[in-house]
């Protein structure tokens, strides 16, 4: 049932096409200066993104000056939490926690992990019991109405090392050292274009810890000729905003003994505390992954099914 | 569709009981299963279906979340941070649903972006893009509120930028700001309004939502060749045919946001948003979500005074005006022809628009300093003068191609030269299938 041809509707566009037609001299000239236009926009697009690759190089010239942070980009690590099977080397963590422990919790409060949540570390309920009691915690008021220090139990987080913030920046040199238990998540040096695009099909997601793998390692590093280095401050060229940062290089070989015969290096203690960090800020990464996978293959089978179903239904209609 | 064609016939007494008294199921059934569609609809026209999964997602999700948070500057970081940790699934929930607001926003701009390239604004469908207009106008304040309630970095210095701009206004800026704000800065009082209209929001959208469906089936869908459906030939019944597609489409959509959810969920977001809110410490670059960055790139373009008009209004009003275009649409586009299949040159600049659209979210996103203020200048040229010149201009001096004389001709056409497979049951009338 094709609606024959001479009805209202297609009379009027014939009409409109012969009218059409009649304008096709101008048209002709019309369509220079559109085709002008639509290139002067792509044109000027262009200039505009070959001036700024322009900046950027001059800019990388001065070495002494940089205006762009980090001077140098976050090494990229082979980690065991990345790609949709990653999981945690417990082991690693373990590694990670005792350098947590015995370095950067000196002056790192991590207050929003619990004890409770170490036994993700593969330790036993004992294990976090024991762990936990090496803590002391401040609590109260009791029925006395006094405050009281008792031993830590699993359901206690991580006590801080400063009493209050502005005690960790006085004993700082100013600014107060960031909480640990989100670092890994709230770090990450921007990726830039083209890359951030690559990045959703490699699964990239470990710019936190491998930024802070290379701040760790990246205080070797001298700095060039000329640049100058504020007083109290430590240069790093990984360090994301700005040539220096206050706090010290924080790990030296042997600093830490490990238990399992791993190399006592900064280079393994930086990968280690970073794999921790990345575990204390995001704790259920394994069972997303385990779910996600899940999904997928059911979103796959059940798309399929679906699928079929849809070329059944409408294998008689043209469309 | 609209009343008096209703094919309901209740198989049941409680059925017929029903419709005597309220006929609730032949609503659904006339809306949902008889209501006719044009045969020739492509997955484009998936995305109103997805929207809707994502609307209904959204209000989920959020629901339970609500159930966890508290809205307090003191604890709103802490609570988002124990819904992570402690709550049984509460990352799943929380990463479902501040990534399904980003997915919301993708097939949202999918959907506008498709009206766009097929006309389907135009008469006698203008009521119907303007609701679609005004429900994206509400997506945008419930995104931008429901941004601020994690109280990170992010949300604290994006809720002071964007409420800054009402200070702009004048004579009333400073008294509308210190409303939305509930003090003179972003605080416990902000939060606890933001959440409260976070909340409220989306259930106005679900309303207006109504409305667009309601106004969808009184004008019938457009299709790809913009020829109004003429005969029976030409349309489909809803069910089976559009849900078994619709129901195609969103898994596939789903499929993408799940990728997104399970294994990047952080991708689309802030890593400053993971540090607590703290009023002392400005990040370097204060960057809105993704999906407002075009906007935010017009915002910053306007670097200059234009008269009694100083540079900050004049932003204000760009990224203003430059939503209002939307409103305008149907007036601007003065062509005959809807959809750009048929329109050779109005195709292509409907594509430079797409470009350009993407070009200004990259650009909302770096600093705004040396060339990236001029590209972002051209480029916001460029997004108004589609609206104001290249739609009404095009559509007076354009030479359509030649349209089909029906959507039943453009379909047996296509699968002629396509070589496309059924030729024998492709005159079949699909009314005598299923």
Redo the contacts between chains.
Sequence with gaps: MIPKSGDRFSDKIMLETTTARQRISRGFGMKKILTSLALLGLVLAGNGAATTGAIAQEEAHNEAAPTHFPIHKPKEMDWSFAGPFGTYDKAQLQRGLKVYKEVCAACHSMKLVAFRTLEDLGYSEAQVKALAAEYTINDGPNDAGDMFDRPGIPSDHFPAPFPNEQAAAAANGGAAPPDMSLLAKARGVERGFPRFVFDIFTQYAQGGPDYIHSLLTGYDEQPPEGMEIPEGTHYNPYFMAGVSLKMPNPLSDDQVTYDDGSPQTVDQYSRDVSAFLMWAAEPHLEDRKKTGFRVLVFLLLFGALVYLTKRKVWAGVAH | MSEGHSTYTPKTGIGRWFDARMPLPRLVYDSFVAYPVP???NYAWTFGGILSIMLAAQILTGIVLAMHYAADSTLAF?SV?KI??DVNSG??LR?LHSNGASFFFVAVYIHIFRGLYYGSYKAPRELLWILGCIIYLLMMATGFMGYVLPWGQMSFWGATVITGFFSAIPLVGDWIQQLLLGGFAVDTPTLNRFFSLHYLLPFMIAGVVVLHIWALHVVGQSNPTG??V????DI?AFT??AT??D??GM??F??VF??F???????LGH??N??VADPLKTP?HIVPEWYFLPFYAILRAITFNIGPINSKLGGVLAMFGSIAMLFLVPWLDTS??RSAVYRP?YK??FW?FVI?AV?LG?LGSQPAE???V??AQ??TL?YFAFFLVALPVLGL????R??P??I??A??EK?KGGG?G?PA??????E???
Aim: charged share 20%.
């Design positions: 045969r020739n609809l802490d941070e992570m940790r990352w799943l990463y020829i109004e003429k005969s029976k030939t489909v089976p045919y078994i597609k129901a195609f898994i596939v789903l499929f799940a990728y959810v399970f294994y990047l969920p952080n991708f890593p400053d993971y540090t370097a005959k022809v040159w292509l600049f430079l350009d070009l990259w040396g060339s990236y001029f590209m051209m480029a460029f001096i354009e030479t359509p030649r349209l004389n029906s039943t001709e379909v047996l699968n496309g059924h049951s492709a005159t079949a009338a699909p005598t299938k299923g």
